[in-house]
């Protein structure tokens, strides 16, 4: 089953592409169906993972026999986690697409191929299919970015290729010496390998790895790609990008990091905690410089992922608990918060802060979930991104007391940034611009926006169902390291 | 009744989605379905209250909200639960009665009928919440909501800007309650508040010290004490509905409750810092009190000072005196804030020097208004008097220096009140009042029933409130804190004698001049710049936002862009230079060849070095 969640995006790129080329149908419905299809199908997933299937890994091919390369599929609580958050939000993307009228069967195709390419790495079992799936969502990023991004678009666009491609290339070289040592790329050969070998080796192998991914969260310093990644990418590339992309390299950390070489983590787990707590105040102290609301949210978004790279480095149940949370969390509330700022140009024709003002007055609709998204990312209780934090910060604080507290002072400053965006932009007198706003929302709108808005409050509400599937996952990780 | 507790804070929860989604078809914005929610919810909460006099305790089993068992919520009913449902519960349906009346015609009444009934039914859960997290959780709804409404006006730069304030100052305090509970958990691992008290009799006194001042932090924030009080009277930009309802009678005393709530956790280390904080605000607050011209602001400060009371009370002990005092309280506030409601309803300014003589105009909102100044002064014999005279009678056997700054503050309350009312209602009558009239019936009828509340609520201390709240504690430490409770001759003669001291200054001043305010003013020039300046607190904390905060803000941004983006802009210009190039060698586009080359490339140097590592 799991080899369909690849599959039908990648087939679908092709279908929606020659759909449009030979006029058969629009290639968004064509889309629009896939996304769909992919996510019926991650559900059924999640109900025979529930129903207690054995998944990890489910499916296993030779692939490469010669290199010891196999087509590895499986999923546990967290890939799960990921690959439903994952088709969820390419449906998302593709609403917000909508407006997107410029080589659409090119557009369409591309935007399936980056999923099928998340799906894979969320799933893949073996690093060195990781690796190619990893770099199948990279391409797409690039070219959707240059052709369909804004004014700057050409600059991101080689800004992301050439530093995400700097980081994968530390990993792979991590991965290849993994693979020297071993034999084997499969995930399980290499673990079982891994406790013969020296630690000096492990730890250069940690390092080389952790950069890789430290630039797909990314973390600071290693963040300087994503601001304007983010911001010149068109709407539905910034919700993917925000929501999806960064995860990779959570995601990376805890499946491979954290499982493959955990004494090693277990040694830098400190320092990276510290440079988690630096990434905080660092893009949260730059969120509140900016005049663009696009750029707020990316800075913010590497402030909350920085709380994922925490609750990883505590290596306690509950703190990763609640990375993996936060993992899910976070791509909700970022998602709506950049589908919100696409709606802000399309409506009031402008995202800088000082032109707005008064949005509420104007399109109520709008202003008023940009007044929630917000509450949601400073992390309000009741709503998802609350209870991420809220465990993150008690297993941070069972491990490193001293960076908790100063964790906890960061939240202050998230609500600054986010209360006084609001202030200027959605309160206050209407501005001249806002008064020309339009109020209407159209269902292709709605339905995304009322989709994440339901969402993060059910698992703000509610949150033990997920926890406790997730819980599963940081079981068997905390398990590896002996810890409780 | 008390096994169905969970009912109270789920009606206004109805009635918050039926606004929500419904609201703007029905009449008053649906104000009626609120009406009948929240009445549903007080029914339910008096039933419950009468079932704590015969059960004494009630803690449900609870559902499990994240997995492990320290987060399991349930509901905690006691006597300090029972008194906060009831000022709640009953304070907030008279005030959406009220509501009907003032908010009639606004065009955001069905905005403010989903927010007042989310924040009364959050409110009522943080009451009843057995668990710390949940406490927490509602904790941070009811500031959700305060927000919203203090910002009910957006249009108003001035409420945007009160609102955030009031957001974020709270959110400082809210920060240190998180941490406590990170203490805690860390310390006990449970957050269930029984489970707490069981254990925490065996814990070092450090760590509860530690922990209990965190929690105190968070009561800093909410119930304005010093040095976070600053947002209180900002947020009287809101509806006086809401300053009435959130910030007087309810959301403010949460932090009080907190306190109480987790009174077995305090160490006496802890309660010194509590009593002082406490006695502290009471002072400052009631000086800046005696100096503001705005109607709503003086009752605001009035406000922080007597939570500063409450807050006194706690820390030397005087339990039951603390919670005296907050249902008291909640009567004679809310009803001073509705009934200023109705006079700025009628007068259309809130400035009290717009005002004069309005007694004759409106004589049942005049009436209301000095039943509760009379309950708030102190002098005898309604509700503030006897509860005051408790906290006095506690902190005299305390500390004399704390004693001292009390009496002063008490003497102070006097003052301020009895000069609002003889500005307000007595005097020449002023330009603007010559329109005023009298309120409609469905806000005087609410004014009414407060009045009996303002004026009665004190006897209960002659039906065994004592005993009953002090059933809250813990056996033992309740026979502890029996002992400092008690009339004390001394004290009651000097509170009533500072009372009266207070409001003869006063009459000699504003009501029969016979001293110049003035000449006052000017003989004390530079004190009186001290209070308009509010003891330059603001000032400070304006300082550190814009300087600290935003400059720090500002040089990281430059470095962002400068300096380490200025790193990989060198390495971007190459790669453009590069692409460049490649343009004028191949027509198409150049980027997506220079780009599928580059995949291709590194593909096959993988395999290149594959070959050799396998070999």
Redesign the interface.
């Known amino acids: 089953m799991l080899a369909y969640l690849i599959a039908i995006p990648f087939l679908g790129a092709f279908a929606s592409y020659f759909a449009e080329r030979y006029e058969v149908a629009k290639a968004r419905s064509v889309a629009l169906a896939t996304s769909l299809l992919t996510l019926i199908i991650s559900i059924a997933a999640l109900s025979s993972f529930l129903s207690g299937k054995e998944m990890f890994p489910a499916q296993a091919w030779d692939w490469i026999p ?2 010891g390369i196999t087509f590895t599929l499986g999923v546990d609580a967290m890939s799960l986690s990921l690959v439903l958050l994952t088709a969820l939000l390419f449906v998302v993307a593709i609403f917000a697409s909508w407006n997107i009228t410029q080589n659409t069967k090119r557009y369409y195709a591309l935007l399936l191929l980056m999923e099928a390419g998340l799906m894979g790495v969320f799933m893949a079992l073996d690093l060195f299919l990781f690796y190619v799936f990893w ?1 199948i969502v990279l ?1 797409p990023a ?2 959707l970015i ?1 052709g369909w991004g804004g004014r700057r678009r ?2 991101a ?3 992301i ?3 995400t ?1 700097l980081g994968s ?1 530390f990993m ?1 070289i991590g991965f ?1 010496l993994l ?2 040592k071993a034999g084997s790329f499969s995930f399980f050969a290499i673990s079982d390998t891994l406790s013969s070998l020296d630690a000096g080796f492990k730890s250069f192998v940690f390092l080389l790895l952790f950069i890789g991914f430290a630039f797909k969260i990314p973390l600071v ?1 290693f963040h ?2 994503l ?1 304007d990644a983010y911001t010149e990418a068109p709407t539905p590339v910034s919700v993917l990008l925000a929501g999806l992309l960064s995860k990779m390299g959570a995601y990376g950390l805890l499946r491979i990091g954290v499982t493959l070489l955990p004494e090693t983590f277990q040694g830098y787990a400190y320092a990276i905690a510290v440079l988690a707590v630096v990434s905080v105040f ?1 893009s949260a ?6 005049r663009d609301i696009k750029r707020l949210v990316a800075f913010s978004s590497v402030s909350h992922m920085g709380f994922i790279v925490l609750g990883i480095a505590s290596l306690n149940l ?1 703190g990763i ?1 609640g990375a993996i949370f936060q993992m899910v969390s976070h791509g909700l509330i970022v998602a709506l918060l950049f589908f919100l700022t696409g709606m802000l140009v399309e409506k009031a024709h402008s995202r800088e802060i000082p032109y707005l003002g ?1 949005l ?2 104007k399109a109520p609709f709008l202003g008023w979930v940009l007044v929630f998204a917000s ?1 949601a990312s400073l992390g ?3 709503l998802s991104g ?2 991420a934090e ?2 993150i ?2 297993g941070l ?2 491990s490193f ?1 001293f960076l ?2 100063l964790a ?2 960061s ?3 998230t ?2 940034y986010y ?2 965006m ?2 200027r932009a ?5 501005s001249e611009l806002v008064e020309k706003a339009r109020s209407d929302v159209a269902w292709h709108e709605a339905v995304p926006v009322l989709v994440l808005v339901i969402l993060i409050t059910v698992l703000g509400l ?3 169902p997920l ?2 599937m997730i ?1 599963t996952t940081s079981q068997a990780i905390v398990a590896l390291i002996g810890g409780i | 009744m008390i096994e169905q507790a969970w009912l109270i804070p789920l009606f206004p929860v109805i009635s918050f989605l039926i606004i929500l989604l419904f609201g703007n078809r029905m009449k008053e914005g649906g104000g009626y379905v609120a009406v009948a929610f929240v009445g549903l919810s007080m029914l339910v909460s008096l039933l419950t209250i009468r079932d704590v006099f015969s059960v004494g305790r009630y803690e449900s089993e609870g559902i499990s909200w994240l997995g492990s068992e320290a987060f399991r919520f349930g509901i905690l009913i006691d006597p300090l639960s029972a008194v906060m449902l009831f000022v709640v519960s009953f304070v907030g349906f008279l005030i959406v009665v009220y509501s009907l009346g003032y908010m009639h015609g606004d065009p955001g009444v069905q905005r403010y009928y989903a927010e007042i009934s989310l924040f009364i039914a959050s409110m009522l859960a943080l009451v009843i919440a057995n668990n710390l997290v949940f406490l927490f959780i509602s904790w941070e709804l009811v500031g959700l909501c305060s927000y919203l409404l203090i910002g009910f006006w957006y249009r108003k730069p001035s409420a945007a800007s009160a609102a955030k304030k009031a957001f974020l100052v709270t959110r400082v305090g809210d920060i240190m309650l998180l941490a406590g509970i990170l203490v805690l958990y860390a310390n006990f691992g449970t957050l269930n508040l029984s489970e707490l008290f069981e254990l925490a009799p065996g814990a070092p006194l450090a760590t509860l010290t530690l922990a209990s001042l965190l929690l105190f932090g968070g009561a800093v924030g909410k119930s304005a004490q010093f040095p976070l009080h600053v947002w209180l009277p900002d947020a009287m930009e809101g509806p006086t509905t809401v300053s009435a309802l959130i910030h007087a009678a309810t959301m403010v005393k949460a932090g009080v409750y907190l306190v109480a709530r987790a009174y077995p956790l305090f160490t006496p280390d802890s309660l010194l810092v509590v009593a002082w904080i406490g006695g502290i605000t009471a002072l400052i607050a009631a000086t800046l009190a005696v100096v503001m011209t705005d109607l709503k602001r003086v009752i605001a400060y009035s406000t922080v000072s007597h939570l500063g009371f409450m807050t006194l009370a706690l820390g030397v002990g005087g339990y039951a005196a603390g919670i005296f005092h907050l249902l008291n309280h909640s009567f004679f506030k809310a009803l001073l804030f509705l009934s200023a409601g109705a006079v700025i309803h009628a007068v259309h300014s809130q400035d009290i020097r717009d005002m004069g003589g309005l007694w004759k105009r409106m004589p049942i909102t005049g009436t209301a208004f000095f039943i509760g100044a009379w309950s708030l002064s102190g002098l005898p014999p309604w509700s503030g008097f006897w509860s005051k005279d408790d906290i006095l009678a506690a902190v005299y056997g305390y500390s004399t220096p704390l004693f001292i700054v009390a009496a002063f503050a008490a003497l102070l309350s006097a003052v301020y009140i009895s000069r609002l009312f003889f500005i307000v209602f007595t005097g020449k009558e002023s330009e603007a009042v010559r329109h005023a009239h009298e309120a409609p019936r469905v806000m005087t009828v609410p004014l009414m029933i407060l009045s009996l509340g303002a004026l009665f609520s004190g006897f209960v201390r002659f039906a065994g409130f004592e005993e009953f709240v002090l059933g809250t504690l813990p056996a033992e430490l309740a026979e502890h804190f029996a002992a400092h409770e008690g009339g004390h001759g001394f004290v009651m003669t000097l509170s009533i004698a500072l009372a009266a001291l207070g409001i003869a200054l006063t009459g000699i001043t504003y009501y029969k001049p016979v001293l110049s305010a003035e000449k006052i003013r000017t003989t004390f020039k530079p004190l009186h710049t001290l209070l308009i300046d509010r003891y330059y607190l603001d000032h400070i904390y304006l300082f550190f936002a814009t300087k600290v905060i935003k400059d720090t803000s500002t040089i990281i941004d430059a470095i962002d862009s400068y300096f380490i983006d200025g790193l990989v802009n060198g390495i971007g210009k190459a790669t453009a230079k590069a692409g460049e190039v490649m343009r004028r060698i191949q027509t198409g586009i150049a980027q997506d060849y220079a780009s599928w080359l580059l995949l291709g490339a590194s593909l096959l140097l993988i395999i290149a070095r594959l070959r050799g590592g396998a070999a």
Do not use: C, R
Not at chain 1, 285 to 290: G, M, S, T, V, Y
Not at chain 1, 426 to 430: H, P, S, V
């Open positions: 010669d290199f770099e391409i690039f070219f240059n050409s600059y666009a080689m800004k290729l050439i530093y491609h290339l792979f290849i693979y020297l310093p300087s790609w601001p660092y102290f730059a969120a509140l410089a900016q509950i608990n008064g509420i007055t509450l309000l209780p009741g609350f209870v809220l465990s910060l008690l604080f069972n007391a908790a507290y906890v002072l939240l202050p400053l609500a600054g209360l006084w609001l202030q959605a309160f206050g007198a209407t509610y949150p033990a926890m406790n819980s």
